[in-house]
């Protein structure tokens, strides 16, 4: 009776030793799996952040940009630079039409605040402090054939404060400030900066600067 006791002694030994490893064992995986939460968290957090905060990918839809911009291009739009410096003409941004708070619009700032613009005879022209007898716009990145005309009831606009005139490259069919008016500066969601798709369009997108 004695031997069966000591072995069942040592039994029970063994099994408490055999007990203790899976409990360490679920302890590790235990902490494994709250190191992966805090991990997925903190990746969402950056990815988030990232996205609404610093760089955010856009698919463009139409045509109304070509043809520097295709239908189905994919593009980076950058968030930062407006933060520290205003909107400059030239500069293609994504925004939010007035009104449309849920649709992402592309286009290209033609005006800044406080300027008039006049169009007609298939140009643009700026009438500011600097030039106030007004300039044109020399818009060479738009194709000679490509018409720039008003809206059927007015061809003259004029910007407020923080207010901004915007067209589509392909002036015929877009979109733009011709026909909804100004763009208020808080309703810009960023800058387009870079191309990321198709392959042969790779890289950052250049910026139109004009001489005034």
Same mark, same amino acid.
């Given at each position: 009776?004695?031997?069966h006791? *000591? &072995?069942?002694? *040592? ?5 408490? %030793?055999?007990?203790?490893?899976p @409990?360490? @064992?679920?302890? %590790? ?8 939460? /805090? ?13 609404y905060?610093v760089?955010?990918?856009f698919?463009?839809d139409g ?15 950058? /968030?930062?630079?407006? =933060?520290? =410096? #205003? ?16 649709v ?7 005006g800044?605040?406080?300027? /008039?613009? +006049?169009?007609? &005879? ?10 106030p ?10 194709p ?6 008003? %809206? ?6 004029? +910007?407020?404060?923080?207010e901004?005139?915007?067209?589509g ?6 979109s733009d ?10 309703n810009?969601l960023? =800058? ?8 042969n ?6 910026? #139109?600067?004009?001489? @005034?």
């Amino acid at each position: 009776m004695d031997d069966h006791l *000591k &072995d069942t002694d *040592k039994n029970w030994n063994n099994n408490l %030793s055999q007990i203790e490893e899976p @409990e360490n @064992e679920k302890f %590790s995986f235990l902490e494994f799996i709250w190191d992966l939460i /805090k991990t997925a968290v903190i990746v969402v957090v950056i990815a988030f952040g990232v996205k609404y905060f610093v760089v955010q990918p856009f698919i463009v839809d139409g045509n109304s940009m070509q043809p520097n911009f295709e239908n189905n291009e994919y593009l980076l739009v950058e /968030k930062v630079s407006f =933060r520290f =410096r #205003q909107p400059q003409r030239g500069d293609v941004i994504v925004f939010h039409p007035p009104g449309q708070s849920t649709v992402n619009y592309i286009k290209r700032i033609v005006g800044l605040p406080g300027e /008039k613009l +006049l169009i007609e &005879d298939n140009s643009v022209k700026i009438f500011n402090n600097s030039h106030p007898d007004g300039f044109t716009l020399d818009e060479s990145y738009i194709p000679a054939d490509f018409q720039t005309e008003s %809206s059927r009831n007015n061809n003259e606009y004029e +910007l407020g404060n923080n207010e901004y005139f915007v067209l589509g490259d392909n002036r015929e069919h877009s979109s733009d400030s011709r026909e909804w008016g100004n763009l208020p500066q808080s309703n810009i969601l960023g =800058r387009a900066w870079a191309n990321i798709y198709p392959l042969n369009n790779i890289g950052i997108i250049k910026h #139109q600067s004009f001489n @005034e």
